[in-house]
Every structure is written in C-alpha cells, then in structure tokens.
T-cell receptor, first 115, second 112 residues
C-alpha cells in the first residue's frame, strides 16, 4: 500500500517569487513513479512533472523542479518565478512501476499566487 | 491531438437513480482509469481497464461498475445513487506501459 501526505493545506506566494510545496510518499515498493499535478479552479487535472524513483537526478520542467529524497520519502516541488496562472490545488500522487497500477493521491495543497 | 474527453460535463440526479458516465481516451491509449473526487479532497481510485479487461478496483461498493469498449472508450455506471455519490468523476488515460496518466475535464455529478 502507498500513503501520500501533504501536510500544508494552503500556501501563498508573491508573483515572481519562488515557492516550495512539500510531499511525502510512503511505500513498500522498491521502485515507483511520483508526479505533481495541478488542478486550477476549472478542476482540470494537469500533469506538471514526473520523477522516477530509481533515477538519482531530480526532474526539471521549465520553472518547475523537484527535490526527491528517497530515504526520507520526501518529494517537494519548487516553482520559480511564480505566475498568477500557477494558482491551483497541487497533488503529488505516486504509483508502483508495474503496468496499469493506480495513482494514490493525498489531500492536496492550495497555492495562491498574489499579484 | 485531442485530449481525454468526458461526457456529460454536469449531471443532476435524484437518490436511487442510475447514472452512466462516458470517457474517450487519447488516441493510441489503451488504458482508462476512473477516479472520484469529493470537493476539497484528492481523487480516489475506482477502476482501471486495459485492453478491455479490468486490471484494478478500488474500495467502492458494487453499485459502481465499469466497462471498456473495443475502441478503448469506457463507461462508469453507478446504481442506486446516494447523496454521498455527489462528486467530480475523473477519467484518465495512459498507454498502459508505465507512463503518465492524462486526465479529462471530469463529470460533475450532483445527487439530490
């Protein structure tokens, strides 16, 4: 079984600044994928970035980067140069690497970007 | 390329009724998953289908059922609706080879 914990229910950041969202992923699996999805007020779930647990290099996608610490079960998302369009709920689901395995979600973090 | 599509967008039903939600995956994707998202919570896994076979089932009652068609589209059926079934129902598709899941816009179901 997998457990995702997002302990910060809400965060706020000034436009153009940097913010880090925290997440922990607890699993007995030795290999797995982790993702960050954003869900804006439209409620469309949008994939932001993906990390494979066996890769030591942290994933980066434009203004978004992750800090994955496997031993600590930590998987944080850093958003640089925050934009108003980043305002959304953020989820960090994970799943084992076996084909067709389900995503396990936490409760999410609401991020507000202030103008 | 078209993304995942879902229909209808919104639906209002009465307790005890039946509902069918539909999903069309991204072209070339053979796996479809269904999730229920109650307001203020993260999505909860309901079903996963790959190549028309059920590959996973979440902790939902037997009132929930699903199927996948030869063209890889899928239906989620819910019988004997309860007030607690009110939620956003999300469909996600993937290639089924350990890749990312891409979500549709969801169907917002309200049970009165």
């Amino acid at each position: 079984a997998q457990t995702v914990t997002q302990s910060q229910p809400e965060m706020s950041v000034q436009e153009a600044e940097t913010v880090t969202l925290s997440c922990t992923y607890d699993t007995s699996e030795s290999n797995y994928y982790l993702f960050w999805y954003k869900q804006p007020p439209s409620r469309q779930m949008i994939l932001v970035i993906r990390q494979e647990a066996y890769k030591q290099q942290n994933a980066t996608e434009n203004r978004f980067s992750v800090n994955f610490q496997k031993a600590a079960k930590s998987f944080s998302l850093k958003i640089s140069d925050s934009q108003l369009g980043d305002t959304a709920m953020y989820f960090c689901p994970g799943r084992p690497t076996g084909a067709n395995s389900k995503l396990t979600f936490g409760k999410g973090i609401t991020l507000s970007v202030r103008p | 390329d078209a993304g995942v599509t879902q229909s209808p967008t919104h639906l209002i039903k009465t307790r005890g009724q039946h509902v069918t939600l539909r999903c069309s995956p991204i072209s070339g994707h053979k796996s479809v998953s269904w999730y229920q998202q109650v307001l203020g919570q993260g999505p909860q896994f309901i079903f996963q289908y790959y190549e028309k076979e059920e590959r996973g089932r979440g902790n939902f009652p037997d009132r929930f059922s699903a199927r996948q068609f030869p063209n890889y589209s899928s239906e989620l059926n819910v019988n004997a609706l309860l007030l607690g079934d009110s939620a956003l129902y999300l469909c996600a598709s993937s290639s089924g080879r350990g890749n990312e899941q891409y979500f549709g816009p969801g169907t917002r179901l309200t049970v009165t």
